[in-house]
T-cell receptor, first 116, second 108 residues
Framework: DAEITQSPRHKITETGRQVTLACHQT?????MFWYRQDLGHGLRLIHY???????NKGEVSDGYSVSRSNTEDLPLTLESAASSQTSVYFC???????????????FGDGTRLSIL | GQQLNQSPQSMFIQEGEDVSMNCTSS?????WLWYKQDPGEGPVLLIA?????ELTSNGRLTAQFGITRKDSFLNISASIPSDVGIYFC????????FGQGTRLTINP
């Protein structure tokens, strides 16, 4: 079955370190998204991509970057981890072109990141 | 920017009771989605709504896309223990925006 997987599921790191979270989907979806989930804020969009080599900033993009070199993967990088970036991170994907505006997003199971 | 107000924030009910939650916004949306999230997992899509006035069911779940396109509700009938979790609404115009969630707790 097609799926979307995130790795690692849990990570602890120190402030100032570079961290990369992986997201891999086997649905061949054009659109991929990264969110962070924090108490009191729900899910907030970090970055998104509508296709290979396309990346866009979301609501809370500062301190994060993404790259899309193929359809299946959208890794999220924290250039210099800060304690404020401790959160649970979710990757999602959806089908359709130009953002797939009417197609629901399907989520991975999340990465819990703690920055000490 | 676009914001969603989801209510209630939490619910404590008895098994067998019906549940109702809703999302409202000052913005107009083209799509409403309802997700459920279990602990340690990602949100799972329950119902997708694409037209104003649309009423859609998925088993014991029923959701409606408000006529004004600024609101949506989700009802759960005859709740059971596995309904426990956090329910999120999401509305889309240009981007998908999420509500803050309704945490449902069921007393057996």
């Amino acid at each position: 079955d097609a799926e979307i997987t995130q790795s690692p599921r849990h990570k602890i790191t120190e402030t100032g370190r570079q961290v990369t979270l992986a997201c891999h989907q086997t649905w061949n979806h054009n659109n991929m998204f990264w969110y962070r989930q924090d108490l009191g804020h729900g899910l907030r969009l970090i970055h998104y991509s509508y296709g290979v080599h396309d990346t866009n900033k979301g609501e809370v993009s500062d301190g994060y970057s993404v790259s899309r070199s193929n359809t299946e993967d959208l890794p999220l990088t924290l250039e210099s981890a800060a304690s404020s970036q401790t959160s649970v991170y979710f990757c999602a994907s959806s089908s359709g072109g130009a953002g797939g505006n009417n197609q629901p997003q399907h989520f991975g199971d999340g990465t819990r990141l703690s920055i000490l | 920017g676009q914001q969603l107000n989801q209510s209630p924030q939490s619910m404590f009910i008895q098994e067998g009771e019906d549940v109702s939650m809703n999302c409202t916004s000052s913005s107009i949306f083209n799509t409403w989605l309802w997700y459920k999230q279990d602990p340690g997992e990602g949100p799972v899509l329950l119902i997708a709504l694409y037209k104003a006035g649309e009423l859609t069911s998925n088993g014991r779940l029923t959701a409606q896309f408000g006529i004004t396109r600024k609101d949506s509700f989700l009802n759960i009938s005859a709740s059971i223990p596995s309904d426990v979790g956090i329910y999120f609404c999401a509305g889309r115009a240009q981007k998908l925006v999420f509500g803050q969630g309704t945490r449902l707790t069921i007393n057996p």
